[in-house]
């Protein structure tokens, strides 16, 4: 197992720059997941520290291995695909065997590692099956143990769950993670699915046209985005723009509509222009009654509006709200809070400290 240090890594295809200047730190042991739409530069990083691509310009260092100029087969490196690449003449037993075989393990050894592997994978009892007689979860976790069974330094997972379903997605993930934490394995996944990344990682990087926009743990990446464009690509995300100005004990964001909203720390300036990013789970709906409102002052939030659609998605109800200002805002609420239905009226309100600022001028990456 080993660390990995990229330096500067810059992949160039004529005019064009496919990565830029990534320079990233994982740890041994550590899970990293880097995130990003289509053509963000994530697949390119991964194949530049697999050695399947040669890099332009920057350093890669495994441990203290400069492995830069390295071929693959010389990195230690355990690469997973989307499509498994499972031999399909081959048994489960031999594609699992097979980096062994190719390295000249002993025929004992072979046997006590592949067996270890598919114990840890609940696969015991599948060794003489071929590919085809296996579901889709079973042949991704065959090619998992493919590529930990030579125990490589370092684990790379490109895309290896998007064939899945949903729900066998969800099981996989859960047996990945298990597997990562009990081998330690350094290990990069490669996804554009949030909630996986936001499930399975220590830390997360966030690539958009080859330039970093922000790398952090889960939970801050999610609830304190440096970008409105991270904000908005990891998980659904409202945005109020409007003037910071000063309210006594605190700051308020007013709006072009007048309503004066408060807002919890924010390093920015008073009378900067703002955008506030409130999550869908952190805010809330009442009645539009005067009861029900919430009283100025108290730490909460009030913005008017009406509900436009309801979307049942069973453990929770999706609320689509139009504001005074026409600006949809989106509210996530459990089946067992209160129910709306399109065209009532409602109060949105949510607590100072899920109010998370950034410069109105940061409108794209």
């Not at 926009?213 to 970008?227: E, G, H």
């Not at 910071?244 to 009378?271: K, N």
């Not at 609420?333 to 899920?354: K, Y």
């Amino acid at each position: 197992m080993s660390a990995i240090a990229l330096t500067g890594l810059c992949k160039r295809y004529g005019g064009f720059t496919a990565l830029n200047d990534l320079t990233l730190r994982v740890e041994q042991g550590e899970f990293l997941t880097i995130l990003g739409p289509s053509g963000s530069g994530k697949s390119t990083a991964l194949s530049l520290i697999s050695g399947l691509t040669a890099p332009s310009a920057g350093r890669i260092e495994l441990g203290t291995r400069d492995v830069t100029q390295l071929l693959p087969a010389e990195r230690n490196i355990g690469l997973v695909f989307q499509s498994y690449a499972l031999f399909p003449h081959m048994s489960v037993y031999e594609n699992v065997a097979f980096p062994l075989r190719i390295r000249r393990v002993a025929g004992a050894e072979i046997g006590r590692r592949v067996a270890e592997l598919l114990a840890l994978l609940r696969l015991s009892g599948l060794e003489a099956r071929k590919p085809k007689e296996l579901s889709g979860g079973q042949q991704q976790r065959v090619a998992l143990a493919r590529a930990l069974v030579f125990q490589p330094d370092i684990l790379l997972l490109d895309e290896p769950m998007g064939a899945l379903d949903r729900q066998l997605r969800a099981e996989v993930q859960v047996e990945l993670r298990r597997l990562q934490r009990s081998l330690g394995t350094t290990t990069i996944l490669v996804t554009h699915d949030q909630e996986e990344a936001l499930s399975l990682s220590d830390r997360i990087l966030v690539l958009a046209d080859g330039r970093v926009q922000q790398l952090d743990t889960p939970r801050r990446i999610y609830t304190r985005p440096q970008s409105r464009f991270v904000a908005d690509f990891l998980g659904t995300a409202n945005f109020l723009e409007g003037v910071l100005q000063d309210h006594g004990a605190g700051r308020t964001l007013v709006l072009a509509s007048g309503d004066r909203l408060p807002v919890g720390s924010t390093s920015e300036p008073l009378g900067a222009r703002v955008t506030a990013v409130v999550r869908p789970e952190r805010a809330r709906l009442d009645a539009a009654t005067p009861a029900a409102s919430p009283a100025a002052g108290n730490g909460a939030h009030g913005l008017s509006g009406r509900v436009l659609d309801v979307i049942y998605l069973g453990q929770t109800v999706r609320y689509h709200v139009q504001t005074r200002l026409k600006q949809m805002f989106v509210v996530t609420a459990t089946d067992r809070q209160d129910c709306f239905a399109a065209g009532d009226d409602v109060v949105l309100s949510w607590a100072d400290e899920d109010v998370w600022v950034l410069p109105a001028a940061d409108s794209s990456h």
